[in-house]
C-alpha cells in the first residue's frame, strides 16, 4: 500500500530534515530546486508544447492532441514531431519519476508527422495516436522535436467489470493572489484606514475572465467533495476594494511634523495622491459570489510561511497568521468556516513549529487573548527590539481547546503515532496527510509550477519545460492514479484509505478546470466517493507523543527545501513583530476613541505576515522576486516602526541642564505623536549612584505631550552627571530613542568660577609684585 512505502522512505531518510536556505540566492541551493541528472533536456531554437489534449480517454478511442512548434532562429527548419511512451505506471511516485527521467526511459514509438517551420514562425500541428498505442493504464507520453521534449501523463479507462471498494475524496481548491497594499499602514478612526494598493494587479484576478473569477465558476461546476481554501487576506483587501480604493506607490506619513510657513515655500514633500481604483465594482460582485460556498476553510494569512513564522517566536503574529482567518471568513461571507484547520504553504510541519499550533484554536479571539496577556504579563528588562540581534526563546503555545489539525504530506509523519492518514504531532495538534507525490505534480501546475520542500530532490526539475496544458493534463491524471492505488476489492475486509488532493495555492484556472473535471468524473463513474473536509480532517483518537530525544527528529520535511525562509529575514520578522508587541503595549485604550491599541498595530503584523508569504517563494520562476518582495516589504515596515518610535519621544531642555542645588528636579518634556494615550516608564542609565524618581508612570495624552518633574539623586563628587533617558513599557521594553543630557548644579558652577577668580587673583597680585619690584630697583641711586 502507498502509507507503508511513503513510511519507509521517510525512515530512511531521517538524518535529513528540512533546513532554512542561510541566506536568500544562495548559490549552494541551485541543485536543490534542480537536479542537473534529471530530464536532460536541452534548450533549441524548436520548442514544441501541447496546447490542447482531452483529460483522458475511454479504452478503444485514439487521442487527438494538438500541438504548437516554434522557431525562434533565423532559418527555416524541416524537422520530424515523434511520439513516444514509457512503460505503464501503477503509482504516483512512479509517475513523478518516469517525467522526470531521460529519453530512454520512453522506449515505446508512436506516429511521426514532419513539419516544416519557418523563421520566427509558430504553426499548428494536430497529432491522432491510435487507441492500439495506448491500452488500458497510465502512460508517461513524451513528444520530442529534436533536442526539445514534451512530457505528460496520459490515462486510458475502461469500465469496471466487478464490484469495488471505493476511497474517500476530498479535493481543495486554493483561492489566493498577490496582495501589494503599500507597506505601512496603521489602523485608524472612526473610520477605517483608506486602502492603497500599488497596482491594479487584483483588480485585473477579480475582474470577468481574471483567474479567480473563473476558479468560483469552476467551483460552482462540482461542490462535491470540494472545499475552498481562501486566504482571508484576500478577501478582506476585497472586501476593502468594494468600498473604494487608491492605487499609488507610498503613502502619507503617519507622523506630522511641525513646519514653519517660509519653509514650505520651495518644497513639495507631500507623497503623489495617486488614483482612484477601478475595480470597486468587481470587488462587490466577486465578493457576493464566494458568499455562496457551501465548503471554505481559512488559509494562513496572506499564505504565510507558518514555519517561519513560528520561528520568529512571537505569538501575536502566529496568532494572526492562523486564527483571525476563520473570524474573518465568518464575518465577511456569512458562513461557517471548517474550524481549527492550519494548511501550511510548505505542505509540511516542523518539530519546532508544531507546538505553536496550539495558538492557531479558535476559542478565544485574537483582541481579547491580547488584553487578557498584558493584565497578567510579568515585568521584564529586555533591550530595544529593533536592535536586538537575538529572538528569545519561548516555551510555546498552551494546548488547545479546541483540537487544532494540520494538513500535511503524507512523508512528512514518520516518527509518531499514526492511524491511516492521521498523525499525532503535539498535544492537542494532529495531522491529516495527502500524499506527497501526488501533492508534488499538483504543486508543479500552471505558468510559475512550485517545487515542493517535501519532494525528492533526485526528480526535481524545471517543470517549465512542458506546457501549462501538459501539466494541467499530468495533474489529472495523477489524481486519477492516486484513486486507483487505494481502490480495493469489494471481497477485502479493510476499508480503503480517502484521498484528499491539495493543489497549488496558486492555482491557474486551466488546472483547476482539469481536476473538477476529474473529480467529476470519478464521482459519476462512483470510482470514488465525495467525503466533506471536515470529516477527513476529523482524527481518531491517537497515543500522545512526549518530547523527542536530544538530536532526534520526528517529522518534518525528510529534504532539504530551498524556498524555505532565511534566518536573516526570520530575524528582521522577528524584530519588527517584538517592537509592535511593546509598542502596543504602552498604548492605553480609551473609551472615547474607537480605536484600541491592537487594531491601531494590527496592519504592522500583517505587513509582516505578507512579508513571510510561502507561495511565490516555491516555484523557481518567481523566487527572486519574492524574496526581493519580502526585503522590500520589512525594509518599509521598519521604517515605519522608526517613525512611530520617534513620535513618542523626550526633549530635553538643552544638552546641558542645571540646578539651583542638589534638591532641584529635573523638568523634561515627553510627547507623543500616536492616536492613543501612551502609559511609560521613565528608563535611565547614569553614572554609579545616580537615583532618578518620576513621581508614577508617565501618562501622555493622545497627540499632546506633558512635562515630567524627575527628583533626582546624583553622585555628591561629581560636578557634572552625564545621563541616558529613555521611555520603556512598563514591563521594562524600551521604547523611545534614548537621549542623553549633562545635569550640572549651581554649586559645581560656583566651585569651578571661584577656582578660576582665585587662580586669576594669584596671578594679577604676582605680576603687581614683580612690577613693584622692578620699579624700585630702577629708582636706587
Known amino acids: 500500500m502507498r502509507r507503508a512505502v511513503a513510511a519507509g522512505l521517510a525512515v530512511a531518510c531521517l538524518s535529513t530534515p528540512a533546513l532554512a536556505a542561510p541566506t536568500p540566492y ?90 516544416e517551420v519557418g523563421p520566427g514562425e509558430r504553426r499548428e500541428v494536430p497529432l491522432e495516436l491510435p487507441a492500439e498505442f495506448l491500452p488500458v493504464g497510465t502512460w508517461p507520453l513524451m513528444v520530442t522535436a529534436g533536442e526539445n521534449t514534451e512530457r505528460m501523463l496520459v490515462t486510458v479507462t475502461a469500465d469496471a467489470e466487478e464490484e469495488q471498494q471505493t476511497p474517500g475524496l476530498t479535493v481543495l481548491l486554493p483561492l489566493t493572489s498577490r ?60 472586501s476593502r476594494m468594494s468600498r473604494g480604493y487608491t492605487v499609488a506607490q507610498s503613502r502619507p506619513s503617519l507622523i506630522t511634523t511641525k513646519q514653519r510657513l517660509r519653509d514650505s515655500w520651495f518644497t513639495d514633500d507631500d507623497p503623489e495622491p495617486g488614483a482612484p481604483g477601478r475595480g470597486a465594482a468587481d470587488a462587490a460582485a466577486w465578493l457576493e459570489r464566494l458568499q455562496g460556498a457551501g465548503c471554505v476553510v481559512a488559509l494562513p494569512w496572506a499564505d504565510a510561511d507558518i514555519d517561519a513564522v513560528a520561528r520568529t517566536e512571537d505569538e501575536w503574529l502566529f496568532r494572526e497568521a492562523t486564527q483571525r482567518g476563520t473570524e474573518v471568513l465568518r464575518e465577511e461571507l456569512g458562513v461557517e468556516p471548517v474550524p481549527n484547520v492550519v494548511i501550511p504553504s510548505s505542505g509540511y510541519i516542523t518539530e519546532q513549529a508544531a507546538p505553536s499550533l496550539g495558538w492557531a484554536d479558535q476559542s478565544v479571539p485574537v483582541d481579547q487573548a491580547w488584553e487578557a496577556s498584558v493584565a497578567t504579563r510579568e515585568p521584564q528588562i529586555t533591550d530595544n527590539a529593533l536592535e536586538s540581534p537575538v529572538i528569545p526563546d519561548h516555551a510555546g503555545a ?40 501526488l501533492g508534488s505534480l499538483l504543486a508543479a501546475t500552471g505558468p510559475a509550477p512550485q517545487t515542493t520542500g517535501y519532494s525528492n530532490p533526485d526528480w526535481r526539475f524545471d517543470y517549465r519545460l512542458d506546457s501549462v496544458t501538459a501539466r494541467a493534463i499530468t495533474a489529472g ?48 463513474a462512483r470510482a470514488a466517493r465525495p467525503v466533506p473536509l471536515a470529516e477527513a480532517v476529523t482524527a481518531p483518537l491517537l497515543d500522545p507523543v512526549g518530547p523527542p530525544a536530544v538530536g532526534v527528529t520526528r517529522f518534518g520535511s525528510p529534504w532539504s527545501d530551498p524556498s524555505a525562509v532565511s534566518d536573516t529575514e526570520v530575524l528582521r520578522a522577528a524584530q519588527q513583530t517584538r517592537y509592535t508587541d511593546d509598542l502596543t503595549r504602552m498604548m492605553v485604550n480609551d473609551p472615547v476613541i474607537n480605536l484600541t491599541r491592537y487594531d491601531f498595530t494590527l496592519p504592522l503584523r500583517r505587513d509582516v505576515l505578507m512579508a513571510l508569504s510561502g507561495t511565490s517563494r516555491s516555484s523557481l520562476a518567481t523566487n527572486r522576486d519574492a524574496v526581493e518582495a519580502t526585503n522590500g516589504r520589512l525594509d518599509a515596515n521598519r521604517r515605519t516602526l522608526q517613525e512611530l518610535r520617534g513620535s513618542v519621544a523626550l526633549f530635553p531642555p538643552g544638552n546641558v541642564y542645571t540646578r539651583a542645588s542638589e534638591s532641584s528636579p529635573l523638568l523634561i518634556v515627553a510627547g507623543n505623536g500616536l492616536p492613543l494615550p501612551v502609559d511609560a516608564e521613565l528608563a535611565y542609565t547614569g553614572p554609579e ?51 542623553e543630557i549633562t545635569v550640572q548644579t549651581r554649586a559645581g558652577i560656583v566651585g569651578t568660577y571661584g577656582i578660576a577668580l582665585l587662580v586669576v587673583v594669584g596671578l594679577s597680585l604676582a605680576l603687581l609684585f614683580r612690577v613693584g619690584r622692578h620699579r624700585r630697583r630702577r629708582q636706587r641711586p
Do not use: K
Not at 470540494?226 to 476585497?238: E, G, N, Y
Not at 494540520?406 to 491529516?432: E, F, K, M, R, Y
Not at 480495493?488 to 484521498?499: F, G, N, R
Open 26 to 115: 544562495d548559490p549552494e541551493t541551485a541543485d536543490q530546486w534542480v537536479n542537473p541528472m534529471a530530464r536532460g533536456d536541452e534548450a533549441g531554437d524548436i520548442t514544441v508544447d501541447i496546447t490542447q489534449a482531452p483529460d483522458s480517454v475511454s479504452e478503444g478511442d485514439s487521442l487527438r492532441l494538438q500541438l504548437t512548434v516554434a522557431n525562434s532562429s533565423e532559418e527555416a527548419a524541416s524537422l520530424t514531431l515523434s511520439t513516444r511512451r514509457g512503460d505503464p505506471t501503477w503509482d504516483v511516485a512512479g509517475a513523478r519519476r518516469a517525467l522526470a527521467l531521460d529519453a530512454s526511459a520512453y522506449p515505446w514509438f508512436g506516429p511521426t508527422v514532419d513539419v
Open 179 to 238: 496582495l501589494d497594499i503599500v507597506p505601512g499602514e496603521t489602523g485608524e478612526a472612526p473610520e477605517e484606514a483608506p486602502l492603497i494598493l500599488g497596482s491594479e494587479h487584483l483588480a485585473g484576478q477579480i475582474a470577468p475572465g481574471g483567474r479567480l473569477s473563473e476558479l468560483l465558476d469552476i467551483y460552482a461546476a462540482e461542490e462535491r467533495g470540494t472545499c475552498l481554501a481562501v486566504d482571508p487576506a484576500l478577501v478582506d483587501t476585497v
Open 398 to 437: 498552551p494546548t488547545p481547546a479546541q483540537p487544532v489539525r494540520a494538513i500535511v504530506a503524507d512523508n512528512s509523519v514518520w516518527g509518531v503515532p499514526q492511524s491511516g492518514a492521521h498523525a499525532h504531532l503535539a498535544p492537542g495538534v494532529t495531522a491529516t496527510t495527502f500524499p506527497a507525490a
Open 477 to 524: 491524471s495523477a489524481l486519477r492514479l492516486a484513486v486507483a492505488e487505494e481502490t480495493l476489492p469489494a471481497e477485502w475486509a479493510q476499508s480503503p484509505e480517502p484521498v484528499l488532493a491539495v493543489p497549488a495555492p496558486r492555482l491557474d484556472a486551466a488546472t483547476a478546470r482539469t481536476l473538477v473535471s476529474t473529480v467529476t468524473e470519478l464521482y459519476d
Open 689 to 739: 549612584g545616580t537615583v532618578l524618581t518620576a513621581h508614577g508612570p508617565v501618562h501622555i495624552p493622545a497627540y499632546g505631550s506633558i512635562t515630567v518633574q524627575l527628583t533626582a539623586d546624583l553622585p555628591e563628587d561629581e560636578d557634572q552627571s552625564q545621563l541616558s533617558l529613555w521611555l520603556a513599557t512598563r514591563d521594562g521594553s524600551p521604547i523611545s530613542t534614548p537621549v
